[in-house]
């Protein structure tokens, strides 16, 4: 399977974002998978932002809660982040992943990563 994540590079603060990824491969209905959205700012740790699995149920990470919503669309095999009210302390490089657990691990399978600037 291979995932590859799409959007806006520059978002104006206060706007929503909108990512998508693209699932090939395989399908994201298949029993098991959790279908992850994470971001790593520019000198800092990854961070691991909600999910969503098979069923369609989600997880989000609570400090990030109120402002994402994560959906798949199952007929063109692709999930989608919303983060918004968006600030610049939001630049980072987004990735999508695909893992048996909530959060995905190093060695589960991931997207190579989209920027999201966010400014004025």
């Known amino acids: 399977v291979q995932l590859q994540e799409s959007g806006p590079g520059l978002v104006n603060p206060s706007q929503t974002v909108s990512l998508t990824c693209t699932v090939s491969?395989?399908?994201?209905?298949?029993?098991?998978?959790?279908w992850s959205w994470m971001r790593q700012p520019l000198g800092k740790r990854l961070e691991w932002m909600g999910a969503i699995a098979w069923s369609g149920s989600t997880d989000y990470n609570p400090s990030l809660k109120s402002r994402t919503s994560i959906s798949m669309d199952t007929s063109k095999n692709q999930f989608t982040l919303q983060l918004s009210s968006v600030t610049p302390e939001d630049t980072a490089v987004y990735y999508c992943?695909?893992?048996?657990?909530?959060?995905?691990?190093?060695?589960?399978?991931w997207g190579p990563g989209t920027q999201v600037t966010v400014s004025s």
């Open positions: 491969g395989g399908s994201i209905t298949t029993n098991y998978y959790y």
């Open positions: 992943a695909r893992a048996a657990t909530v959060v995905p691990g190093p060695d589960d399978v």
